[in-house]
């Protein structure tokens, strides 16, 4: 009796960036390959991301100085991103007739600076491979016999593959469809979970004066934290300052370290060197060859030409027994060198990371040991592959959360399916 074919070789769960580019991948070896998407069209956290820009990877050349960025995983990386890395993205995309530009800190985008874009060209990858899409297609439960995963239910309908790539995005921006659902479906499969934590997030902070500045940013700070009082840890970047608090690269990539701190339980505070290229020294006599071209003006008037543009009337209410009604020529050395440590140690009272909503990223899902990275294929499940961020992996802004996208989802769309015909 001749044996029915399977309807598809490969079933990709999620059409988000990863999703994408495995069934994309797949597709291009020659495989049937279906997506089943929740939301009405694919991509939707990717055509938002970077703030409409896509931050589509991060041009460090030198693989050990990237991976380092993925702290603790780095080691299990080194395969996966010898099959695809940051190179591989450039030359897809360009390939495929979308220019990348590299940005300060080597950040790379599209050169429209469009996500839109980004989204375009994978759309197209699809389309050329034939993939076969069901929108709206919430999945309800995963069928698995002993060590294989036998189907997918949704609603009234089951889909069976060959192999099926799980790519259904963590808990950040969950209004695009990304509720964590495939941490659930995981735990039931028998995977270990890490909770999730909002790691790439904003802080949220309790000091009027960083309220008042909301939509001011400013290019190169120094932000220093500390726990109990004790300092922990320091990093220098572009800040900005919000409604709710703090934002900006620099606090991204500080957000992951602060929740640390914060689970332990302490009262986190923070100081913001607003000169930290400058010693107290210089910024002194920076002060008083201003103070001197301005003797009978008010403190407060001539506030504007001593801090960063667009924050004298905040730090004018920092300045505690300094009257800013002081003329210039009347200020003592002590209230002087008062300023200089204000300046050197803006005062920041931490509340509290901004929630999943708010997030760049959230960690959380299954650990790299329940991992085969050679292949993103599951340790549990022969024909399961696990990509994106479902992956237990902290990182930092700047490319090498989609990098990660791009190298799981290839790596998983070019190992998935046993009858590959390339």
Same mark, same amino acid.
Request: hydrophobic share 40%; with cysteine; proline share 4%.
């Given at each position: ?25 797949? !597709? ?7 997506? @089943? ?31 380092? #960025?993925?702290?603790?995983? !780095? ?57 076969? *899409?069901?929108?709206? =297609?919430?999945? %309800? ?11 997918? $239910? ?31 479906? @995981?735990? !039931?499969?028998?995977?270990?979970? =890490? &909770? ?7 802080? !949220?902070?309790? &000091? ?9 940013? @400013? ?15 320091? +990093?220098?970047?572009?800040? @900005?300052?919000? #409604? ?9 990539? %500080?957000?992951?370290?602060? =929740? ?27 002060? *008083? /060859? ?6 009978? /003006?008010?403190? +407060? ?20 027994? *300094? ?20 300046? +050197? ?23 790299? %040991? ?15 592959? *696990? $990509? ?35």
């Amino acid at each position: 009796m001749e044996r029915l074919q399977k309807k598809y070789d490969v079933i990709v769960v999620g059409g988000g960036a990863s999703g994408m580019m495995a069934a994309g991948r797949a !597709a291009e070896r020659g495989l049937r390959v279906l997506i @089943l998407e929740k939301n009405k069209n694919l991509g939707e956290k990717l055509k938002i991301s970077g703030g409409g820009r896509c931050n589509i990877t991060n041009a460090e050349k030198d693989v050990h100085e990237f991976l380092k #960025h993925y702290g603790k995983a !780095a080691p299990f990386l080194y395969s996966p991103f010898s099959q695809f890395g940051g190179g591989d993205t450039f030359a897809f995309f360009e390939g495929k007739d979308l220019p990348l530009v590299v940005q300060a800190r080597k950040r790379a985008f599209p050169h429209t600076e469009r996500a839109i874009d980004v989204y375009k060209t994978l759309e197209e990858y699809l389309k050329t491979g034939q993939v076969t *899409i069901k929108s709206n =297609a919430k999945v %309800s439960r995963i069928l698995f016999q002993k060590e294989k995963i036998t189907g997918i $239910i949704c609603g009234n309908a089951t889909y069976t593959g060959e192999s099926y790539i799980l790519a259904t995005g963590g808990v950040s921006h969950p209004e695009t469809g990304s509720t964590g659902d495939g941490f659930k479906w @995981l735990k !039931a499969l028998g995977h270990t979970v =890490a &909770d999730p934590t909002p790691t790439i997030v904003p802080l !949220a902070v309790k &000091d009027p004066w960083i309220k008042s500045l909301a939509g001011v940013s @400013l290019s190169f700070m120094k932000i220093t934290f500390y726990a109990d009082g004790v300092k922990k840890f320091s +990093k220098t970047g572009k800040l @900005l300052f919000t #409604h709710f608090g703090l934002s900006g690269p620099l606090i991204l990539n %500080s957000s992951g370290m602060v =929740a640390g701190l914060l689970e332990g339980g302490a009262i986190v505070t923070a100081t913001i060197d607003a000169y930290p290229d400058t010693d107290e020294g210089s910024l002194e006599k920076k002060i *008083i /060859k201003t103070f001197d071209a301005n003797k009978n /003006k008010m403190l +407060k008037n001539v506030m504007k030409s001593i801090v960063p543009e667009g924050t004298s009337e905040a730090i004018v209410t920092l300045l505690g027994n *300094i009257d800013p009604d002081t003329k210039v020529h009347s200020v003592t050395k002590d209230e002087r060198k008062a300023l200089v440590n204000l300046l +050197k140690g803006l005062p920041v009272t931490i509340e509290g990371l901004m929630g999943y909503d708010r997030a760049v990223v959230a960690d959380g899902g299954v650990p790299l %040991s329940e991992i085969d990275t050679k292949t993103m294929r599951s340790k549990k499940y022969d024909n399961l592959y *696990i $990509i994106g961020d479902l992956l237990h992996i902290t990182r930092p802004s700047g490319g090498f959360s989609l990098q990660l996208c791009w190298t799981s989802g290839y790596v998983a769309g070019d190992h998935a399916g046993s009858s590959a015909k390339v």
